[in-house]
């Protein structure tokens, strides 16, 4: 696919997951959750983001197998303004639990093997060992669709 002009931007934190990159927003606020960091409210903020963001962005079909390739998401900056704003809650949520972030742009993420109106999916051209993960995090897969099936109040009820 053509890269044109176009600039991507990626909302991600400075440690490097399982794929070799650096972890985006949301999986980072899900490390946090998973280790029980986040309090009920934020767990329910972070559950009301992102389900806003799967029903309005379309779901890159090399998520359906668990992402094998190992794939990552950027944002288009020309089309995607308005979502990054919608991203400043997780990135709030970070910065409480001392979690440094940052905004990386690039006009060459990757090969481009995924696009709609306001993302591309990238396989990066370079891969690193996973980093030191922040203090309680572990690392691991990541749930397709909504997770509040997961959260302390889905649990609570069984």
Same mark, same amino acid.
């Given at each position: 696919?053509?890269? @044109?002009? !176009?600039? #991507? &931007?990626?909302?991600? *934190?400075?440690?490097? +997951?399982?794929? +070799? &990159? $650096?972890? +985006?927003? %949301? *999986?980072?606020?899900?490390?946090?959750?998973?280790?029980?960091?986040?309090?009920?409210? $934020? $767990?329910?903020? #972070? %559950?009301?983001?992102?389900?806003?963001? /799967?029903?309005?962005?379309?779901?890159?079909? %090399? #998520?359906?197998?668990?992402?094998?390739? +190992?794939? *990552? =998401?950027? %944002? /288009?900056?020309?089309?995607?303004?308005?979502?990054?704003?919608?991203?400043?809650?997780?990135?709030?949520?970070?910065?409480?639990?001392?979690?440094?972030? *940052?905004?990386?742009?690039?006009?060459?993420? @990757? =090969?481009?093997? #995924? !696009?709609? !109106?306001?993302?591309?999916?990238?396989?990066?051209?370079?891969?690193? !060992?996973?980093?030191?993960?922040?203090?309680? &995090?572990?690392? @691991?897969? =990541? =749930?397709?669709?909504? /997770?509040?099936?997961? @959260?302390?109040?889905?649990?609570? $009820?069984?």
């Amino acid at each position: 696919m053509e890269r @044109g002009d !176009e600039s #991507y &931007v990626r909302l991600q *934190v400075t440690y490097r +997951g399982r794929l +070799g &990159v $650096e972890v +985006g927003v %949301f *999986v980072a606020v899900d490390h946090l959750r998973r280790a029980d960091r986040l309090t009920d409210d $934020e $767990e329910q903020l #972070y %559950f009301d983001v992102d389900d806003w963001f /799967k029903a309005a962005l379309p779901n890159p079909a %090399f #998520y359906d197998d668990g992402n094998t390739i +190992g794939a *990552v =998401t950027w %944002f /288009k900056a020309s089309t995607s303004g308005a979502m990054l704003e919608r991203l400043a809650p997780l990135c709030d949520l970070l910065d409480r639990y001392d979690v440094e972030w *940052v905004a990386t742009e690039s006009g060459d993420p @990757g =090969t481009i093997i #995924y !696009e709609d !109106e306001y993302q591309v999916g990238v396989v990066p051209y370079v891969r690193h !060992e996973v980093s030191p993960m922040p203090a309680d &995090v572990q690392l @691991g897969p =990541t =749930t397709a669709g909504s /997770k509040r099936h997961l @959260g302390r109040a889905s649990t609570d $009820e069984d």
